[in-house]
């Protein structure tokens, strides 16, 4: 299920908690967020990424076109991912990139969480979940200790993807919400 949360970055203070895909959409389009639902693809858990780039061909086109995205790739983590704590800890410190990050979930899930006017929004995103992450936007990601998610990754340019890391300790003092 997907949940938002949002709080006060200065006392921790919850402001909002809604698991309705169309009052998280509301709530992050003042940051500048893009947030939806497409309906999820029925492929086996073992599909390859070139079937799962295929099976929402039709929306990422539509997608790609309304920007100037230019190409997708899917990225699986699981449990059995080498090195996976060294690679949750790349993405659990606060960070900006150069382009804008977005994220669909074919399976599983993760938390995209920013750090925007004194606020922290944690938006924790499943299956069928669209997140797009405006450039510049200071972030962090948790998939969780048991990484399981399989995202199709939309960008303009990989380079636009180098964390540049902020050095504050916000993603240690509000971890991921899941519930």
Not at 33 to 58: H, I, K
Not at 66 to 93: C, H, N, T, W, Y
Not at 99 to 104: A, P
Not at 115 to 139: F, M
Request: with cysteine.
């Amino acid at each position: 299920m997907s949940l938002l949360t949002i709080k006060d970055a200065a006392t921790g203070a919850e402001e909002l908690r809604s698991s309705d895909p169309d009052e998280i959409a509301r709530a992050l389009a003042p940051i500048g967020v893009r947030f939806e639902r497409w309906p999820a693809a029925d492929l086996p858990a073992d599909a390859p990424a070139e079937a799962v780039l295929e099976a929402y061909r039709p929306q990422l086109d539509a997608l790609m076109a309304g920007s100037q995205a230019g190409s997708a790739d899917v990225i699986k983590m699981d449990s059995s991912l080498p090195q996976k704590e060294a690679v949750r800890a790349k993405f659990l410190a606060e960070h900006t990139h150069t382009e804008d990050e977005v994220r669909f979930f074919h399976e599983g899930s993760g938390n995209f969480i920013m750090h925007v006017n004194g606020k922290v929004y944690d938006a924790h995103c499943t299956r069928g979940d669209l997140i797009s992450v405006p450039a510049n936007t200071q972030h962090w990601f948790d998939a969780g200790v048991e990484p399981k998610v399989t995202a199709l990754r939309i960008f303009t340019d990989t380079s636009g993807w180098t964390p540049h890391y902020t050095g504050t300790d916000i993603s240690e003092r509000f971890p991921a919400v899941t519930g």
